[in-house]
Every structure is written in structure tokens, then in C-alpha cells.
């Protein structure tokens, strides 16, 4: 008997393409804390085709994200190579692209700032656009176009303040994210009067086992 995987029937491939399509809205939009019979309703197909496809969210959720991660990553290596002749440009485009990440997709957003869930495939491009960040702000630093005394754990702070921000004003005040990180912005160009604590061990452990 064979083993080989059949391809699916037309109809079969057209609703799974429903399905990720309609999750793909429905995470972005609400985030990780939805069910199947949810996706299942908004992409138009039973409960039971969802299962047949997909056993939890989690699954689908990291079906739907692999993706857009290859993208994120493939930008971020895009801006790293900016870096080299526009530094501050690259590293504006950056903050902002991070931030503008977070603020239309919240699954995506969730994942981003969690160790847990994602596919083997998202973590290696979250990997990827995580090196590809370090050079970006080693290229920025060195070119004197961020202060001497940032930190690339210091975007991570970034993205957790974003997170809380966005939960409390992305009804009210949509586009507030944008000013925080325009604020944000200046503040990590513009060298501060004295010393700042110094980051988290957690986090510079982190960076040196990336980097080597």
C-alpha cells in the first residue's frame, strides 16, 4: 500500500484555503483567544471539515503565521542591509515596522512577545529576523545614529509598552501607537543627561547565545 500523501480534491483544497484565509482575519483581528467553530462560521464550512483539517488553534494559528514570519524576517534583513548606508533611516523604518506589526495583527503580536506556540518553521524565521535585528542596531549604534548606551533589548521593551498600549487604545485612539513610537524614536537618537539602569541579565544572555 502506498504511503505517499494524495494531494487534496479541489473542493477539499478550497476549504482549507477558506479556513486559513478566514483565520488569518479572524487572529489578526482578535487575537489568539478564539475557537474553531468561530473560524469555522466566518470562513462558511462545518465544524467537523475544521477538525478534519486542524485539531486546535494553535495548529492553524501556526499555519497562518509562517508566512507572514518569512516576511517580517525577509524585511528586517531587507532594513539590516539599509543600515550599512542609512543607519538612522533603517532603524526608523524598523521601529515603526515593529510597531505597525503589532498594532494590526494581535495573534501575531502575541506570539512575537511569547516563547510558546508557532510551528518549527516560524521559530527559525523569528530567529532570522531576530539576528538580522541585532546587526541592524549594531550598524546604527556604531554609525553614532542611536546613543551610545542602546541596547537591542531596549526594542523588546518597546514591543511589550506597544503591547499594553494597543490592549488599552486600539478601540479609542487607534493610531496612538504611531506618537509613542515617534516618541520613542527621539529618545533612543538623542543621548540621555545621565546613566540608565542597565538591562535585563535574562536579556543579555539571550543576545550573547544568539550571537555565538
Not at 482575519?25 to 482578535?30: F, G, I, K, N, R
Not at 475557537?35 to 475544521?50: M, N, Q, S, Y
Request: overall charge negative; glycine content about 6%; charged content about 25%.
Amino acid at each position: 500500500m502506498s504511503t505517499e500523501k494524495r494531494p487534496l480534491r479541489a473542493d477539499a483544497e478550497r476549504n482549507r484555503q477558506a479556513i486559513v484565509c478566514a483565520a488569518g482575519s479572524v487572529l489578526a483581528q482578535e487575537g489568539s483567544e478564539v475557537t474553531l467553530e468561530h473560524i469555522a462560521d466566518v470562513a462558511g464550512v462545518g465544524v467537523g471539515t475544521i477538525y478534519r483539517r486542524f485539531s486546535s488553534v494553535e495548529e492553524l494559528m501556526g499555519v497562518v503565521l509562517e508566512e507572514k514570519m518569512r516576511r517580517y524576517a525577509e524585511h528586517t534583513e531587507q532594513l539590516a542591509q539599509q543600515a550599512q548606508m542609512h543607519p538612522w533611516e533603517a532603524f526608523r523604518d524598523y521601529v515603526m515596522f515593529i510597531l505597525e506589526q503589532q498594532a494590526t495583527d494581535a495573534a501575531f503580536s502575541e506570539v512575537l512577545l511569547s516563547t510558546r506556540g508557532g510551528t518549527d518553521l516560524f521559530h527559525e524565521e523569528l530567529a532570522r529576523a531576530f539576528r538580522a535585528s541585532v546587526q541592524l542596531v549594531d550598524r546604527a549604534r556604531e554609525a553614532g545614529a542611536v546613543r551610545a548606551d542602546f541596547h537591542h533589548s531596549d526594542l523588546l521593551l518597546l514591543q511589550h509598552a506597544a503591547r499594553g498600549l494597543l490592549r488599552g487604545t486600539q478601540r479609542s485612539a487607534p493610531l496612538a501607537w504611531k506618537r509613542f513610537g515617534e516618541y520613542m524614536l527621539q529618545a533612543f537618537r538623542e543621548q540621555g543627561t545621565g546613566p540608565l539602569t542597565p538591562p535585563s541579565e535574562i536579556w543579555t544572555r539571550t543576545l550573547a547565545a544568539e550571537q555565538h
